[in-house]
């Protein structure tokens, strides 16, 4: 048998064996031709935001519903109003609630306002209920935009929670360098015991110490108290005992308090050495209308009280002007200027984001806040989420013409230089 013909008796047997016709091998090959689906590239326009979007306000205390409401307020028309001008199909509302000044209660009201659907949140003011709604704000993607917490312990990066006023840290340098230049050496320490006064504690400590200042006293109280005969007693031992030993001109007296403050020197001002000190404080009481009312000798002693100033820009004398107005005539503090300044950062970052989501919203606000500028002056936050920098100023009380008390201007600080410009000469 030649070689072609056992090639095909081969392939016939091994056809038959699996069953496929030898001529499948010897016919030419078929083009099979299948039909495959053509893939379009469409571009899906995202829904633009519609309808109602709330924004959070959660008031720290009683008090600042009159305050920071006003200012609240104020800025949500604006914002109503310029969002009718893009042409947007969009209505920002505020959903208000007041923590009474307690931690536990900021933490209820904050829960019930997520629950009924809010996303963004501006406040509270205080950093003691600021560190008791984080943990649920960061677990359930809620911006909370504060208007006034300053603790150094909630500057925490990449977190939800954001805050306009600079940290303690900051402005206890500027306030550690005030008080070494009035001559004060020895600083005896009075804190609320929260979240607050504890990171002032520290950093006044940290920054005091660093120019070779020492703290020789601290007296640290619960916040729920309202009487202080044994703590101004004690305080007073202490401001004695240093007098005698270092001379009283070396002597000072920082205090880190809020409203009960004038409850704690009214108890103070029993005590001659306590009347004659030199104190310093921050804006937790500095510039306190109830102080001057209730105490109207307090002028008797020598306050420094550093709080955060305020650009007095053209967009700020038109909040002010709207304030003045709706709160019978009270000037707005910076804090208030805050509140303002915040419910406009989350309307714009809400509509920079293109969505109610509040890890979208987190995400917007850095670049947000660097471009704008309003009412308290330009709010770029840091690597923390907190406000970059902001310049001082020292509140005193005096007599004025008519012989009552009231808070005067008696230094600036400016950030950028580190300098310190005394207006009213202290140490005369």
């Not at 205090?255 to 409850?263: V, Y």
């Amino acid at each position: 048998m030649e070689r072609g013909t056992l090639l095909v008796a081969v392939v016939f047997i091994v056809g038959l064996v699996i069953g496929v016709p030898v001529g499948y091998f010897l016919m030419p090959a078929k083009t099979v031709e299948v039909e495959v689906p053509k893939v379009v590239e469409k571009e899906v326009p995202v829904p633009a935001l519609s309808g109602t979007i709330p924004i959070g306000v959660l008031y720290a205390a009683t008090g600042h519903i009159d305050t920071a409401g006003v200012a609240a307020h104020i800025a949500i028309e604006e914002v109503n109003e310029y969002v009718k001008t893009l042409g947007l199909d969009v209505e920002f509302v505020l959903v208000e609630e007041c923590s009474e000044g307690q931690a536990t209660i900021a933490l209820e009201k904050f829960q019930s306002m997520v629950a009924r659907g809010v996303k963004v949140v501006a406040g509270p003011n205080w950093s003691s209920q600021c560190k008791a709604i984080k943990d649920y704000a960061d677990e359930h993607h809620i911006v909370v935009f504060s208007d006034g917490s300053t603790s150094p312990v909630l500057a925490i990066a990449d977190d939800y929670i954001f805050r306009l006023p600079v940290t303690d840290a900051t402005q206890s340098k500027a306030l550690a360098q005030a008080i070494w230049e009035t001559g004060v050496r020895h600083l005896v320490v009075v804190q609320r015991a929260d979240a607050w006064g504890d990171g002032c504690y520290e950093t006044i400590k940290e920054s005091f110490e660093a120019l070779g200042g020492s703290i020789d006293g601290h007296i640290r109280y619960d916040t729920e108290k309202t009487e202080f005969s044994a703590e101004a007693a004690t305080l007073n031992d202490i401001i004695v005992s240093l007098n005698e030993k270092y001379g009283k001109e070396t002597v000072g007296i920082g205090a880190w308090s809020f409203g009960e403050f004038t409850a704690f020197y009214s108890a103070c001002k029993e005590y001659p050495a306590l009347v004659d000190a030199l104190w310093f404080g921050s804006d937790g009481y500095g510039r306190s209308t109830t102080l001057i009312e209730e105490v109207p000798e307090c002028y008797k002693t020598r306050f420094l009280c550093m709080i955060m100033g305020t650009i007095k820009s053209s967009r700020y004398k038109a909040f002010e002007e709207k304030f003045v107005e709706r709160s019978g005539g009270r000037l707005p503090s910076t804090y208030n200027t805050h509140m303002y300044d915040i419910i406009w950062l989350l309307a714009k970052a809400i509509l920079e984001a293109g969505v109610y989501d509040g890890a979208a919203v987190k995400e917007a606000i850095p670049i947000v806040a660097e471009q704008y500028f309003g009412a308290c002056g330009w709010t770029k936050l840091n690597e923390y989420g907190d406000r970059a920098e902001s310049n001082y100023e020292l509140y005193t009380i005096e007599l004025n013409a008519a012989g009552q008390p009231e808070w005067v201007l008696a230094a600036t600080f400016d950030s950028a230089t580190g300098k310190l410009t005394w207006i009213i000469p202290i140490m005369d």
